[in-house]
């Protein structure tokens, strides 16, 4: 049997392993991701750490009515999307994310298997063919749609096809954020002025929901200052959501819960962050 401390350090050398020139990059302008595109999950770790808005989570979760589908765009280590697995009853959560996020204590245990919950499509949807991604589940529409700071990491040149594949998923709710000008950020190549995104969304025949923007704004976590400017609501036409109220928002949205922190939902990649990754403690 294996002590305790052989496992760490196996673990330890099978993530420096599978992350490798990554950890050894020298400088941060070395990390995958600096000129935009896709990153890895040390990349996440070091500049964001675990970066979890909880207010955020919640909304996603438990809007009401419930929703049983769920797809994000860029989900990263898929924080968000194991959260609304472990607290929703949502059958159907996808993240995409073109480099695989499997390692040691992930949240994914395999790639493009659409069974688990929460399931990693591990596909550049801009290259993607309609086989591959009909394969994935990704023809499909979903309840909700979201994607958080990611299109700002994407070519402008690609934006248009972007707004058209989430658009097309949306069967009721889309969540959006994306960087603006001047917000700077790791990789950031392609930042836009919010009423441009609504424009992209509204015009492709979502309605916006002022209201319900304002409040999930509201309920972001204070140090998430990018998405209480920056988020914003779409709802497809003639769903209980396009009415743009204040019922969507269930008590469990509007009342913070400890067990939702970070550290204690997903304490070994806490962990991993400041010891494998570098990232401040
Ligand atoms: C999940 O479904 C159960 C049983 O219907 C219900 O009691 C519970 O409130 C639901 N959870 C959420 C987060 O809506
Ligand atoms: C996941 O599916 C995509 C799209 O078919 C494919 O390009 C990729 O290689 C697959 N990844 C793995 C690890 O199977
Ligand atoms: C909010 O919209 C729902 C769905 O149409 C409706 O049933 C409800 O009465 C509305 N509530 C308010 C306060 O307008």
């Not at 599978?18 to 999950?41: I, Y």
């Not at 996440?44 to 750490?49: C, K």
């Not at 399931?119 to 991604?133: K, Y």
Request: aromatic share 10%.
């Amino acid at each position: 049997m294996m002590t305790r401390a052989t496992v760490l350090l196996v673990a330890v050398v099978v993530v420096v392993g599978w992350m490798g020139d990554v950890v050894e990059a020298a400088s941060q302008t070395d990390l995958a991701g600096a000129q935009g595109n896709a990153w890895t999950a040390c990349t996440h770790l070091r500049v964001y750490g675990l970066n979890f808005d909880q207010g955020l989570a919640r909304f996603l979760a438990y809007s009401n009515p419930q929703v049983k589908s769920v797809l994000e765009f860029g989900c990263g280590l898929g924080l968000y999307l194991d959260y609304v697995c472990r607290r929703s009853n949502a059958t159907k959560v996808i993240g995409i994310e073109p480099e695989a996020m499997t390692f040691e204590n992930s949240v994914f245990s395999r790639v493009n298997d659409t069974s688990l919950c929460p399931a990693q499509a591990a596909v550049n949807v801009l290259h993607a063919s309609e086989a591959e991604l009909a394969a994935l589940g990704l023809m499909s529409k979903f309840d909700l749609v979201y994607s958080i700071e990611v299109l700002e990491h994407i070519p402008r040149e690609f934006h248009d096809k972007m707004a058209d594949f989430l658009v097309s998923r949306v069967d009721k709710l889309l969540v959006f954020s994306a960087a603006r000008p001047n917000q700077e950020g790791w990789g950031h190549i392609a930042e836009r002025p919010t009423e441009e995104w609504i424009e992209e969304f509204t015009s492709r025949g979502l309605v916006y929901l002022w209201r319900v923007t304002e409040l999930v704004r509201r309920v972001c976590d204070k140090r998430n200052v990018n998405h209480k400017r920056n988020i914003l609501v779409f709802a497809r036409p003639g769903t209980f959501f396009a009415d743009d109220n204040s019922s969507v928002f269930s008590r469990q949205i509007l009342l913070s819960n400890p067990d939702d922190q970070p550290a204690v939902m997903w304490p070994e990649l806490q962990a991993m962050s400041t010891k494998v990754c570098g990232a401040p403690a």
